[in-house]
T-cell receptor, first 111, second 113 residues
């Protein structure tokens, strides 16, 4: 079955460390997105990519980086420059305006 | 810019209808969506409506769109305990050919037995 997979489900980071969240899809979708979810704030867009080897900053890109070397993969790195990284991170993909398909999320906690 | 607003909480008795409201600002939106999120999970697309439609019905779900007032609503008939979740509305926003979704804050629906 086609779908979008995020890993790991839970991730713990020490202060000052970079961590990378994985997002893989086998839906043949061109566009992929990363959102951050905090309680009471809905989803905020971090980065998005409409095509391989191209990506754009979203509303809260500072402290994050991405790459899009393959159509299927859109990893997100949370760098040490992100001062408040504890959140639930959601990856999504889309092919058309019929809506996004979301992964099951990664919960990142700074310890 | 784009902005999507929802009330944060809604409580409904089991068996009653739930109505979740949303207002948006981008009049050029082509599609508007409703997503459901259960605890600790990703978002599940419930339904969407094209901007030239006024209403869409899908089993227990009815979506109403008032383009003049930029108001979108989701009605869930015969609300069940399994409907407890956070519901997000979202609109498409196109910026220099790049299309992305803008989400509301989400409405947490609680079912009262």
């Amino acid at each position: 079955d086609g779908g979008i997979t995020q890993s790991p489900k839970y991730l713990f980071r020490k202060e000052g460390q970079n961590v990378t969240l994985s997002c893989e899809q086998n839906l043949n979708h061109d566009a992929m997105y990363w959102y951050r979810q905090d309680p009471g704030q809905g989803l905020r867009l971090i980065y998005y990519s409409q095509i391989v080897n191209d990506f754009q900053k979203g509303d809260i890109a500072e402290g994050y980086s991405v790459s899009r070397e393959k159509k299927e993969s859109f990893p997100l790195t949370v760098t040490s420059a992100q001062k408040n990284p504890t959140a639930f991170y959601l990856c999504a993909s889309s092919k058309s305006a019929s809506g996004y398909t979301f992964g099951s999320g990664t919960r990142l906690t700074v310890v | 810019g784009e902005d999507v607003e929802q009330s944060l909480f809604l409580s409904v008795r089991e068996g009653d209808s739930s109505v979740i409201n949303c207002t948006y600002t981008d009049s050029s939106s082509t599609y508007l969506y409703w997503y459901k999120q259960e605890p600790g999970a990703g978002l599940q697309l419930l339904t969407y409506i094209f901007s030239n439609m006024d209403m869409k019905q899908d089993q227990r779900l009815t979506v109403l769109l008032n383009k003049k007032d930029k108001h979108l609503s989701l009605r869930i008939a015969d609300t069940q305990t399994g409907d407890s979740a956070i519901y997000f509305c979202a609109e498409t926003f196109t910026n220099f050919g790049n299309e992305k979704l803008t989400f509301g804050t989400g409405t947490r629906l609680t079912i009262i037995p």
